[in-house]
């Protein structure tokens, strides 16, 4: 029994040994070591590649691509940074406005996939354009503010504990509920693991093709919420970073870029892992210049191979049977 677990969920053991080994390493180079502000700077860090890394799960997971989360995440970061420079209540309604904003840039590309007649990697690459040109048009240089207390509240600890690293947990805690205890999510895997076979079950896999791109919205509006809490002002230029990372996140973590297999803890430790080795980097004495060449490296390998994963598969059916 424990062997047919170590098998069914290897491509989750392996990054999250990597990723404990890289964080004890990591913590071990920290010349502050394990502290509250340590782990609250790498929380925060990190909480901002889990949220687009989600956004980018949820597509791939019904066998697409989006090229547009980051620019999406761009957008929602320079919307904040207009409806959150207040108090009281409008902060509430300040994040709403901004989740809505991500919602329905989901939608519209979600439309434009399904109805647009043009593969997914073309049709959210011309989405992202637009969402950069608005994000751009209303914030042509970084600025505007976020309401320091909010932010304080987001990206402080509660005790010893990073309120960053909760909200990780939390969202993991739901999407896993959503994926194995609901119709919806059950639905999303059964889509990506085979189209066809979905459609004879009776489910409209247009409507869940499109509601997978509006959760990713929503996924990358909380990026980008929780980029306006970590930099308290909203830059339009933050896009084209998000985009790779996600991808790059989601293969390390074990989702199969064919579709229909991935979990949330698998996402938020690829999301983890990518965002510990560059802090390790940073702390390693590598030369500034040559940090973003491994960086890259990283990216490349990791994307080469989810990509290799793919080709592999002979049978969408043996996947989802994994």
């Not at 980018?56 to 980051?70: A, E, K, N, T, W």
């Not at 979600?110 to 049709?123: H, K, Q």
């Amino acid at each position: 029994m424990t062997a047919l677990y170590i098998r069914r969920n290897l491509r989750v053991i392996i990054p999250t040994i990597a990723f404990v080994a890289l964080f004890v390493l990591y913590i071990a180079t920290h010349p502050r070591g394990l502290s509250t502000y340590v782990l609250t700077i790498w929380s925060n860090q990190s909480a901002l590649l889990v949220f687009a890394a989600f956004a980018q799960f949820f597509v791939v997971l019904v066998r697409g691509i989006d090229l547009s989360v980051g620019a999406v995440v761009a957008l929602t970061n320079v919307t904040a940074s207009f409806v959150l420079a207040g108090d009281g209540g409008s902060l509430v309604f300040g994040m709403a406005a901004v989740l809505l904003v991500g919602m329905a840039c989901g939608l519209f590309t979600g439309l434009f996939v399904c109805f647009g007649n043009v593969p997914p990697i073309v049709a959210t690459l011309a989405t992202g354009a637009i969402y950069s040109g608005i994000a751009l048009y209303l914030r042509p240089t970084p600025g505007g503010g976020v309401n320091s207390e909010l932010s304080d509240a987001f990206t402080y600890a509660i005790g010893p504990i990073p309120t960053s690293l909760v909200l990780i947990i939390a969202t993991v805690l739901v999407i896993t509920i959503v994926l194995r205890k609901t119709s919806f999510g059950m639905a999303l895997k059964a889509l990506g693991a085979n189209e066809h076979s979905a459609q004879l079950t009776g489910i409209n896999t247009t409507s869940m093709r499109i509601s997978a791109h509006v959760l990713g919205g929503l996924m990358a509006g909380m990026a980008g919420l929780y980029v306006s809490m970590v930099t308290m002002t909203g830059d339009a230029g933050i896009g084209p970073t998000y985009t790779l990372n996600s991808i790059a996140a989601i293969v390390l973590g074990g989702v199969s870029l064919a579709g229909g297999i991935g979990t949330a803890v698998g996402v938020a430790v690829g999301a983890m892992l990518l965002k510990t080795v560059a802090s390790l980097m940073f702390f390693s004495g590598l030369p500034p210049l040559a940090q973003p060449f491994f960086e890259g490296l990283i990216l490349a390998l990791a994307i080469a191979f989810g990509s290799v994963g793919v080709l592999r598969v002979r049978n969408k059916l043996k996947l989802f049977a994994q």
